[in-house]
């Protein structure tokens, strides 16, 4: 129910723009969101947006990455800017409401220096 895409090959500096599609769910009550998984690592915030449009953004992300929706489009984008290595991992959105979430397969992500 949710297809992220967007991932891929960037060098340092650069920049990507993932997005994620949903379907099947009522988009606009969820909270949408941007989760982040490097080898070893746990997985972490990115970003993350609710209904009403209050962003959350985890350590280190802000000003570098913006997080936007489209409730008509039922997406979910994340803009990442200025991209270094240690943002290289696994990208995942997720769609929250309640005790229901949901997750999308992740988009994988490599910044090369």
């Known amino acids: 129910q949710l297809q992220a895409s967007g991932g891929g090959l960037v060098q340092a500096g650069g920049s990507l723009r993932l997005s994620c599609a949903a379907s099947?769910?009522?988009?606009?009550?969820?909270?949408v969101g941007w989760y982040r998984q490097a080898p070893g690592n746990q997985r972490e915030l990115v970003a993350s947006?609710?209904?009403?449009?209050?962003?959350v953004f985890g350590d280190s992300k802000r000003g570098r990455f913006t997080i936007s929706r489209d409730n008509a489009q039922k997406t979910v984008y994340l803009q990442m800017n200025n991209l270094n290595p240690e943002d290289t991992a696994v990208y995942y959105c997720?769609?929250?409401?309640?005790?229901?979430?949901?997750w999308g397969q992740g988009t994988l992500v490599t910044v090369s220096s």
């Open positions: 947006t609710t209904s009403g449009g209050n962003t």
């Open positions: 997720n769609a929250g409401v309640g005790i229901q979430t949901y």
């Open positions: 099947g769910l009522i988009f606009s009550i969820y909270t």
